[in-house]
Every structure is written in structure tokens, then in C-alpha cells.
């Protein structure tokens, strides 16, 4: 049964880089069949999209963090990884990683999340 | 851009009730439509993909409509493990999009 484990700091300085990696369990991260996903949720509020990449490395980011947003993928480790960088308050969240289907992405297996803060 | 109108915001509800939640996109999707459950402190589980097409495991209360522009998800008979939050999201293209949230509370 395929698992997808979040991890990484959960406190982040203001103007610094977040980082976490989403670590597959119970399958590849290789399959053709399916793209792997960031999806993020502040207190209190929806669900947005981060971005997503291939097994192939190709990439898809929001628009909106794009300029802040490096997703990578680590065939070996079966990990994939993202950075946010020059973060905020508003960037505090709970963050979670995905596996995406039916291309380019309906969520079918979520990770259970892990709340990042952004505080001096 | 597609943005995607959810509503209601929140809905209160009986057990036994048949509930109805729409989504409506800025522009059409065909059936690029995901409906999700998510329960407090919990991440988000997949009801329904392909607007219509039920997750496997999930029980056969929920149905889900709509191509194009215009969705629903109906809970048939609200069960009292029903009582959560739902999004729709679309995956028609990046960037990908979810629907502000339908909280279901006990009447």
C-alpha cells in the first residue's frame, strides 16, 4: 500500500528557505502513471496548490509562489522535494504532499501533513 | 486562471438529509472534476474523480455530476461520519484549483 510521508523543519525564519521532502513508501515514484504533488493549508482556510512534478523531473508550479517555488524528485531515494524561499507569516501552513492521477492531477493518496510556521 | 466558485460555504444538516453542494468553474472543464473530504486535523481524502467516477472505498451515498462548468456532489443520506469539510478541485489544467470549502455541520 503506497504511503507518502512529509518531513522537515517545522519552524522557519522569516525571509529564509522552507524545505520538505515527501518521502514514497510501498511503490515507485518512477511510474509513468502519475505526476507527485505540493498542496499547502493555513490555519483555518482552503486548500491550495503548489505545484506538481514528473517522474521525468518536469514541472508545474502556481503562478502565484512561482518565483519562490523549486520542486525536484530523487528517483533513488523515492523522495521528492520542495523549497519555498523568502518566506513569510502567510507562508504558515499545514503542507502536504500527493500523489496526483488521471493527468495532470486528481489527488488519490495524501500524506498526513506537516504544519510549517514562519516566526522569528 | 480557472476559478471555481463553491457553495454553500456551510450547510447545516440533519442525519438522513440528502445534501447537495455545488461548483461552478470560470470556464469549462469537461469533467476534469475532483470532489474531496476532510476531516478536522486530517488531510484531505478523494470522493470523487472524473466528476462522476466514485473512489474506490467510497460508500455509494455520495454521487457526484456536471460537465463543463456546473458540478454537484450529493451525500444521498447524511451519515453522522459525514459531518466534514468538502472541495472541489479542478485538474483541466495548471494551475490546478480548489473551491473555497463546504463545511457541514449538524443541525
Known amino acids: 500500500q503506497l504511503q507518502l510521508q512529509e518531513s522537515g523543519p517545522g519552524l522557519v525564519k522569516p525571509s529564509e528557505t522552507l524545505s520538505l521532502t515527501c518521502t514514497v513508501s510501498?511503490?515507485?515514484?518512477?511510474?509513468?502513471?502519475?505526476?507527485w504533488g505540493w498542496i499547502r493549508q493555513p490555519p483555518g482556510k482552503g486548500l491550495e496548490w503548489i505545484g506538481s512534478?514528473?517522474?521525468?523531473?518536469?514541472?508545474y508550479y502556481n503562478p502565484s509562489l512561482k518565483s519562490r517555488v523549486t520542486i525536484s524528485v530523487d528517483t533513488s531515494k523515492n523522495q521528492f522535494s520542495l523549497k519555498l524561499s523568502s518566506v513569510t507569516a502567510a507562508d504558515t501552513a499545514v503542507y502536504y504532499c500527493?500523489?496526483?492521477?488521471?493527468?495532470?492531477?486528481?489527488?488519490?493518496?495524501w500524506g498526513q501533513g506537516t504544519m510549517v510556521t514562519v516566526s522569528s | 486562471v480557472i476559478w471555481m466558485t463553491q457553495s454553500p460555504s456551510l450547510l447545516s444538516a440533519s442525519t438522513g438529509d440528502r445534501v447537495i453542494i455545488s461548483c461552478r468553474m470560470s470556464q469549462g472543464i469537461s469533467s476534469y472534476l475532483a470532489w474531496y473530504q476532510q476531516k478536522p486535523g486530517k488531510a484531505p481524502e478523494l470522493l470523487i474523480y472524473a466528476a462522476s467516477t466514485l473512489q474506490s472505498g467510497v460508500p455509494s451515498r455520495f454521487s457526484g455530476s456536471g460537465s463543463g462548468t456546473d458540478f454537484t456532489l450529493t451525500i444521498s443520506c447524511l451519515q453522522s461520519e459525514d459531518f466534514a469539510t468538502y472541495y472541489c478541485?479542478?485538474?483541466?489544467?495548471?494551475?490546478?484549483?480548489f473551491g473555497g470549502g463546504t463545511k457541514v455541520e449538524i443541525k
Open positions: 512534478i514528473y517522474y521525468s523531473g518536469s514541472t
Open positions: 500527493a500523489r496526483g492521477f488521471d493527468q495532470p492531477g486528481a489527488f488519490d493518496i
Open positions: 478541485q479542478q485538474y483541466y489544467s495548471f494551475p490546478l484549483t
Open positions: 510501498g511503490g515507485s515514484i518512477s511510474s509513468s502513471s502519475y505526476y
